[in-house]
């Protein structure tokens, strides 16, 4: 189970706001989506808890890029909704190139490279070209900064566990009653 709230800032405070991330393909879906729930450019802050194990914070202030932390970006990569987070430059990563994906569709006549009639080698499904630091490491990864003008400094978005943390940010907020409303 997963908890998304939106929280935007508005010249009254903060409104707390849940979401439903079922049509989110990208981070810049996630991105346009927060900035549908501001009022002018005002910071949007989209947080993300998926089952206790691990917590995401989107910030979107006006046509800026999102700023995005993750608590644990292997438990992350192991979701959807945090797959949407964790873009290749945020893992450091190059970006897949597209043109040579298409060249690797349909090789031999079928979809997924397989030999139609099944007798493909085992060893042929491994990627030679792939780095060992390819694998997403464990523990926090982004911007853990990016709430240090709201009041939470990055120490502390550092120590925060999935548990507490949704309800840590919307304290520093100041909007823990708006956030509980919408859990």
């Known amino acids: 189970m997963y908890i998304a709230a939106l929280l935007a ?46 917590f995401g914070v989107v910030r979107v202030d006006g046509e800026d890029d999102p700023r995005v932390f993750v608590s644990d970006a ?17 893992l450091g990563r190059e970006p897949e190139d597209p043109a ?33 630091g390819d694998a997403v490491r464990a523990g926090p990864i982004g911007d853990a900064d990016l709430l240090t003008d709201l009041g939470m400094e990055e120490k502390t978005v550092l120590t925060l566990t999935a548990e507490d943390a949704l309800g840590s940010i919307a304290d520093a907020l100041g909007c823990p009653d708006m956030l509980e409303a919408v859990r």
């Open 9 to 54: 800032r508005t010249e009254d405070g903060w409104e707390a706001s849940d979401t439903e991330l079922d049509e989110v393909e990208t981070l810049a879906d996630l991105a346009d989506l927060a900035r549908e729930a501001a009022s002018d450019d005002e910071t949007v802050l989209v947080c993300i808890e998926q089952d206790g194990t691990w």
């Open 74 to 90: 292997a438990a992350a990569m192991r979701s959807s909704y945090g797959e949407i987070l964790l873009s290749d430059d945020l």
């Open 100 to 132: 040579v994906l298409e060249q690797l569709v349909d090789l031999d006549g079928t979809e997924d490279g397989e030999p139609a009639d099944g007798d493909g080698d085992a060893d042929t499904a491994a990627d030679p070209d792939a780095a060992p």
